[in-house]
């Protein structure tokens, strides 16, 4: 009995160690539960759309795959620009050590928000657990989390009313929704509709024979991604795959590169499908990009330097920035698009209608 006695001992004192540094255990769900996991696997590759690293962040610990559910919190915290808080010791106790350092916690998920499982939960009784609100619906909520005893990392949705529903969730800096990398592909969990970021927005995927078949997508809410900026950001660079041809967004529209000596040299662009810009702005899925460049917006060719303002489609020269009152942010594009303004074939010149002087 004395050797069963000193293996069990140590396996307390080993736990007694882990809770001291701060790392959090999750349990596995209950059989009754119907939350469910759209991503697990034992790295850190479930959170690591987020640039999480698996590296300690304000002295927490990590396990030897990086996982460790408050590190992995702290990071997302220290991304948000929350002030260090170390010390905050296992999952379980986080709800309690946030109010005492003045931060709200109450039951209302929030995304941006930290959800908290306490000592004795259905989710993680044993050391309680913490996660990251990714997205709050009407109907479930989505988490990012990281488990040091679990060995993984995952993303999961819990509905409401679910018994492995955080305990509580703490509002250090609530935030927007935070999409993944360019580049990344996102399906919506309401109608399977696919879009690839580019420029922080969705541009629809009509097919994936652009891509040479299914991808990895990542799985989101059609509230989040309707969220999500309209257009790419102006500048972003996209390369239709079916042509591989090059095109800048501006003022929300797709203009035609005709080579990348007239745009300054090489840039970084996203693969998109091409039918995303030969149908830009045609309705539905297609309005993620404009079919020409929205009243108002500034266009500079590379290689002139010539500015112009775009009304109904039409580049207009801009002689000075007196007639346009004062200097605009400007677009940098190809001079070539500007000079075959109007050119009605191929298609790829025909996002812009014309040219003329202001």
């Known amino acids: 009995m004395r050797p069963r006695l000193?293996?069990?001992?140590?396996?307390?004192?080993?736990?007694?160690?882990?809770?001291?540094?701060?790392?959090?255990?999750?349990?596995?769900?209950?059989?009754?539960?119907?939350?469910?996991?759209?991503?697990?696997?034992?790295?850190?590759?479930?959170?690591?759309f987020s640039g999480y690293n698996g590296r300690s962040?304000?002295?927490?610990?990590?396990?030897?795959?990086?996982?460790?559910?408050?590190?992995?919190?702290?990071?997302?915290?220290r991304k948000n620009g929350v002030p260090q808080l170390s010390g905050m010791g296992n999952g379980g106790s986080w709800a309690g050590n946030?109010?005492?350092?003045?931060?709200?916690?109450?039951?209302?998920?929030?995304?941006?928000?930290v959800a908290q499982w306490s000592y004795g939960s259905a989710y993680a009784p044993g050391y309680g657990h913490v996660g990251?609100?990714?997205?709050?619906?009407?109907?479930?909520?989505?988490?990012?989390?990281?488990?040091?005893?679990?060995?993984?990392?995952?993303?999961?949705?819990?509905?409401?009313?679910?018994?492995?529903?955080?305990?509580?969730?703490?509002?250090?800096?609530?935030?927007?929704?935070?999409?993944?990398?360019?580049g990344t592909f996102l399906r919506s969990r309401e109608d399977g509709a696919v879009y690839r970021l580019a420029g922080g927005a969705p541009v629809w995927v009509k097919t994936w024979t652009a891509f040479g078949g299914t991808k990895p997508t990542h799985l989101v809410s059609s509230a989040t991604i309707a969220a999500l900026p309209r257009f790419p950001k102006n500048g972003t660079y996209l390369l239709g795959a079916q042509r591989?041809?090059?095109y800048v967004?501006?003022?929300?529209?797709?203009?035609?590169?005709?080579?990348?000596?007239?745009?300054?040299?090489?840039?970084?662009?996203?693969?998109v499908d091409q039918n995303a810009i030969d149908r830009a702005g045609s309705g539905g899925r297609y309005n993620h990009l404009?079919?020409?460049?929205?009243?108002?917006?500034?266009?500079?060719?590379?290689?002139?330097?010539?500015?112009?303002?775009?009304?109904?489609?039409?580049?207009?020269?801009?002689?000075?920035?007196t007639q346009v009152g004062g200097t605009k942010p400007t677009t940098y594009v190809d001079q070539a698009s500007i000079d075959k303004a109007g050119t009605t074939s191929p298609l790829k010149w025909t996002h812009l209608r014309g040219k003329a002087v202001l």
């Open 6 to 48: 000193h293996r069990t001992l140590a396996r307390l004192a080993a736990l007694a160690l882990v809770a001291g540094l701060g790392v959090a255990l999750s349990s596995t769900s209950a059989d009754a539960a119907t939350m469910v996991r759209e991503c697990k696997v034992g790295s850190i590759g479930c959170v690591s």
């Open 57 to 77: 962040v304000w002295g927490y610990p990590v396990n030897r795959t990086g996982n460790n559910c408050v590190n992995y919190v702290a990071y997302r915290l």
């Open 98 to 113: 946030a109010r005492r350092r003045g931060y709200r916690v109450d039951h209302t998920p929030r995304t941006g928000s």
């Open 132 to 182: 990251y609100v990714e997205e709050v619906t009407s109907r479930y909520i989505v988490i990012s989390d990281s488990s040091w005893g679990g060995n993984y990392s995952s993303r999961w949705r819990v509905p409401y009313g679910d018994r492995n529903w955080p305990s509580n969730f703490i509002h250090f800096k609530d935030t927007r929704y935070q999409p993944p990398a360019n």
């Open 244 to 246: 591989r041809e090059v």
């Open 249 to 271: 967004v501006a003022g929300g529209a797709p203009v035609y590169v005709s080579a990348w000596a007239n745009v300054g040299g090489r840039h970084a662009y996203t693969t």
């Open 290 to 321: 404009s079919y020409r460049p929205v009243d108002g917006s500034y266009l500079r060719g590379t290689t002139t330097q010539r500015v112009y303002q775009l009304k109904g489609g039409v580049a207009y020269f801009v002689r000075s920035w």
